[in-house]
Nanobody, 116 residues
Framework: QVQLEESGGGLVQPGGSLRLSCAAS????????MTWYRQSPGKPRELVAR???????SYGDPVKGRFTISRDNAGNTVYLQMSSLRLEDTAVYLC??????????WGQGTQVTVSS
């Protein structure tokens, strides 16, 4: 069994910053990719950022240049540094981990609210 623990969400003013964390624990095999998604009411789930085992990263167009995905040396924790936050960044942010076995796990999500 694998557990994903997300943290770092909260309320922030437009233009502010937040850092999200997602730590994987339990029966961890080799991680293939770690991804942050977000979902707002009435909108489809949106890919925010992804980091692969080899360190390659990719970003959704709305966050390019503002968000940065990274991971710790062990490769079991992924971070999302969010800067220059906008009202439209308000969403539940979900962490997803895909292992080399193709198993995919999701976290519970953490709320990010951007409001003045």
């Amino acid at each position: 069994q694998v557990q994903l623990e997300e943290s770092g969400g909260g309320l922030v003013q437009p233009g502010g910053s937040l850092r999200l964390s997602c730590a994987a624990s339990g029966s961890i095999s080799e991680i293939y990719a770690m991804t942050w998604y977000r979902q707002s009411p009435g909108k489809p789930r949106e890919l925010v950022a992804r980091i692969f085992r080899n360190g390659v990263t990719s970003y959704g167009d709305p966050v390019k240049g503002r968000f940065t995905i990274s991971r710790d040396n062990a490769g079991n924790t992924v971070y999302l540094q969010m800067s220059s936050l906008r009202l439209e960044d308000t969403a539940v942010y979900l962490c997803s981990v895909v292992f080399s076995t193709a198993l995919n796990y999701w976290g519970q999500g953490t709320q990010v609210t951007v409001s003045s």
